[in-house]
């Protein structure tokens, strides 16, 4: 089975500034605060340990008035193309109290050689948050309804040349795509059905030959599909007995991190990495103008 051929370099933000400040999913609370030092040695753990199974790993300083930021998935999609050069699509936040993460993030890609942009041609065009966007098969797999909107799905297609198929979220806890679709490999993915609505989850179905399937219980409450792959090694906060068994059957090290502080905000390993090394024409096919699929 070939395995991923992108998850090897990541950018990630210190939790100079984490809190949990407001409520824009289920699992904050602000009466339920992360300790800053326990977050910080996790936050350190995990990156270690991604650099010990072969990963490399960018730092960003976290803006103080951004007690999310940590979540550096959100920042923006990254997308090499195949002559080396590197573009970011930045994310439009669906909530106010994250937008001004991407002013910062825009000068960390730009200062990296990152082409940025926004979905759409103006920057005022629809919502788009990175945590929803992840090459699987033929296509960007990207998850929208919680936070991004339908209208990016084609912005997106059209401005990277591919293919996008969507995936309607429709659970609350599950707000990201990243919460319940982890690709492992080319055939394999984690998947959480349970967040998709009745045509998604079909459409999910079919689009993954082998899937893992996650009980809508331990996607919440384990954030097991919030995990990173690094070729055959996948780093992931909980490992329920039977996932893990599939995984090491399926030839993956499965190496698990706690990470509990950050699931206070309702994010885990994914959502603590971006991957800056997707290539455009190996990870994801090339499609003239675009296209988008969307279920049912
Ligand atoms: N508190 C953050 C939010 O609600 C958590 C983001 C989690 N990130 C992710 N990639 N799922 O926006």
């Known amino acids: 089975m070939s395995e991923l051929q992108w ?3 990541y950018l990630a933000v210190r939790p100079d500034h984490f809190r949990v400040d407001y409520v824009i999913n289920p699992f904050m609370d602000p009466a339920d605060q992360p300790d800053a030092v326990v977050a910080r040695e996790q936050w350190d753990h995990l990156v270690h340990t991604i650099e010990a199974h072969g990963g490399v790993v960018e730092v960003l300083g976290q803006r103080s008035d951004a007690p999310d930021m940590v979540y550096a998935m959100n920042l923006g999609l990254v997308v090499r193309g195949a002559d080396g050069s590197a573009s970011a699509v930045l994310s439009h936040m669906r909530y106010e109290q994250r937008r001004m993460e991407t002013e910062a993030a825009q000068a960390w890609f730009a200062d990296a050689g990152h082409v940025t942009s926004y979905v759409g041609r103006d920057g005022v065009g629809a919502h788009f948050e990175a945590g ?5 098969g033929d296509a960007l797999v990207v998850g929208y309804g919680p936070r991004t909107e339908e209208l990016g799905l084609k912005h997106l297609a059209a401005d990277l040349g591919v293919r996008v ?4 979220i429709d659970h609350p806890g599950m707000y990201h795509l990243d919460l319940a679709f982890c690709p492992l ?3 394999r993915a984690i998947i959480c059905p349970e967040a998709f609505d009745d045509a998604s989850r079909a459409a999910l179905l079919e689009l993954v030959p082998e899937p893992l399937v996650l009980t809508e219980d331990e996607a919440l409450t384990t954030f097991a599909a919030n995990s990173i792959v690094i070729g055959r090694t996948i780093v992931m906060p909980a490992a ?18 706690e990470m509990g ?4 905000a309702g994010g885990s390993v994914r ?7 997707v290539t455009l024409g190996r990870d994801l096919p090339l499609v ?3 296209e988008v699929l969307l279920p049912g």
Not at 132 to 136: E, M, N, R, T
Not at 165 to 168: E, Q
């Open 288 to 290: 003239p103008g675009g």
């Open 7 to 9: 998850g090897k370099h």
């Open 132 to 136: 929803d966007a992840f090459p699987f």
């Open 240 to 257: 329920p007995e039977r996932v893990r068994t599939q995984l090491e059957e399926w030839g993956f090290t499965v190496v698990v991190v």
């Open 185 to 187: 490999d080319e055939r």
């Open 261 to 264: 502080e950050f699931h206070k």
């Open 271 to 277: 959502c603590l990495t971006n991957p800056l090394d």
């Open 165 to 168: 198929r969507g995936l309607r």
